[in-house]
């Protein structure tokens, strides 16, 4: 009779050729005399064996066996079938850990595959790579190369400009979640660097937009000198966080930097940063990604939306430009948060592309209902998979790796909503380890404990930097104010947002709620122990207006994404202040001026941690596009040229408002504050107007540094005379009135003319009393009376 083996690899043994047909082990099964009961021997438990009752279990198993010809009826011991190279020394290789690691004088590769049947490590050098051909396949054994669904190999040898990815093969059945397809190579999920085109936005051969991509091989040479760079660790409290697109701080012609749209192009303008008072940069997402995905010709533009730059070094001159950019920063005192996506991939629904993960284990990786269909809580087309024990180990592994390899002082997590729903066939003994009563979960239900967010914030590494949740998805969880945190996870405060813009433009009913967000939420956040400082405070991100726009635009325009401006949020809580778009009369846009700077005045001067988006610091328009996620042009890019005309301006009156709030003791507090500290005014002081009405809302804040200080909002139309509380002995002096002109609005040390505007506000202020304009805000500060 003929033996049936268990193999790795469809090879029949004696021949190259791979067996692929169903039809051609049916032919060979034909010949057999099967006994009633046939019994073969499975590989990955040798000890173990299993009876076919009939014929058609025979038909059943096709492609995960190799059949042999042998004269004899007795079962034959598996035959380990060693991977062969020409260029490579080869033995078994180690399980732990994931990826491709140096060790021991070669490189170990290693990947999960649970499902997968057999396993090919595909080498390729960087000239194939262009070329879309692969140099060299070593087909894994599952004897010698696979301990328990973990697939490994050891190699000796040149890996001078060498990448590599992966085949798997296995069942191809989306309605069962399998993705598996021998004749793609896919990218391994702990690959440290991605290298595809050699040209940024250049079309591949035939103008295929997704050519051949690969990982990048680690060598001994890849040591970076960090000239003894260590974490700042600045309490959260202290900061100020700049949102910062890489490829978009520097690319326009005007940033005059020598590598324009890289890392090193935000290294030549950290000094910017440092002006502006900021001390913890977060960048967006600057993994690797296809920049040609949407690739099309924009009719509205008049162009393709991506240009060219470079790569070197099969992607080590990348990393080493990204650890430059942090150990730089760190050196001005600019800690470097990343902005990561764990929520979905690029590979979309059903009809997506096969990269990665699809081809690695697609059942493990994505969140799929019964019959194999992608949940798409993310708007992506699919959703990740967070809470599977092999993802969620796989989530910590890469954030570790941002901690200790690339020195990155915390993370913000794109949709982090998503990481709190359960997994594709969620169960709890699977997850905890014991049933819980009553655990009937369906996948994607919110979960009070998810296993990742508690495996994060419990991780020795991973508990001491900043965590920061986008606490909402698509999918409609809003968890802003209740996102699961262990004492230690912030949030976009988005209610912030929508509050401190529906107040400054004037809508009725949002006194009370403003005075919360300039206290730090303590109605979100007291109740659940946490402080002022898990409050990320913001009025404008990357996703929205700009702070520009938003007070010159009722409507968003977002023609030029070529949706028909479908795309995009429709409810922006932004006013144009009379008139629609970027051209508008002088009273129009002095009242614009005014309202950005009520905006960022708000931001300062709130509890918890502001943050500004790249731009508005000068005043940025992207003309009424609130969703220009896809455009790599002057929409997106930093105009250094606009900055410039703005620096005794906007971008003065930022610097300045920044440098203030670092130097007051009680604009950062660790705690919310109480009356011993506090106190709210109205037009009169002490009796603060929380009627639904109520327009204007003021404070006193006691500062160890300042003494004390006075600041009042006054939303609405009509202009305002208060009066301001009496300090025996002392006088209240301005230091901000948003509605002067510039230089004015800020009255610095510096300015020559100080003396001559304090002059000016003498009458009133020897009255203790001060005017406010419509749609104004002022800082008044306390200081000893000469006269007294």
Known sequence: MELLQFTSSPLLHGSSKFINSPEFYKSKLSNLKKPPTTTFRCCNHPNKTSHFANSKAFENVTKNLVIRASKSAELETAVIKKPQSQRFQVSKGYPTPFGATLRDGGVNFSIFSSNAVSATLCLITLSDLQENKVTEEIALDSFANKTGDVWHVFLKGDFKDMLYGYKFDGKFSPQEGHYFDPTKIVLDPYAKAVISRAQFGVLGPDENCWPQMACLVPTPEDEFDWEGDLPLKYPQRDLIIY?????????????????????LGVVEKLDHLKDLGINCLELMPCHEFNELEYFSYNSVLGDYNYSSAGIRNCGHDAINEFKLLVREAHKRGIEVVMDVVFNHTVEGNDKGPILSFRGVDNSVYYMLAPKGEFYNYSGCGNTFNCNHPVVRQFIVDCLRYWVTEMHVDGFRFDLASIMTRGS???DSVNVYGIPIEGDLLTTG?????????????????????????EAWDTGGLYQVGIFPHWGIWSEWNGKYRDIVRQFIKGTDG?????????????????????????????????DGFSLADLVSYNQKHNLANGEDNNDGETHNNSWNCGQEGEFANILVKKLRRRQMRNFFLCLMVSQGVPMISMGDEYGHTKGGNNNTYCHDNDINYFRWDKKEESKSDFFRFCCLLTKFRHECESLGLSDFPTADRLQWHGHAPGLPDWSDKSRFVAFTLIDSVKGEIYVAFNASHLPVIISLPKRPGYRWEPLVDTSKPEPFDFLSSDLPAKEIA?????PFLDANLYPMLSYSSIILLLSPDENA
């Open 510 to 542: 949002f006194a009370g709620a403003f005075a919360e967000c300039l206290c730090g939420s303590p109605n979100l956040y007291q109740g659940g122990g946490r402080k002022p400082w898990n409050s990320i405070n913001f009025v404008c991100a990357h």
């Open 424 to 426: 594709s066939l969620w």
């Open 445 to 469: 239900t919110p979960l009070r404990s998810p296993p990742l967010i508690d495996l994060i914030s419990n991780d020795p590494i991973l508990r001491g930097v900043k965590l920061i949740a």
């Open 243 to 263: 949102e910062v697109h890489v490829r978009g701080f520097t690319r326009h012609e005007s940033s005059k930097t020598e590598h324009p749209g890289t890392y």
């Open 758 to 762: 304090i002059k000016q506000y003498a």
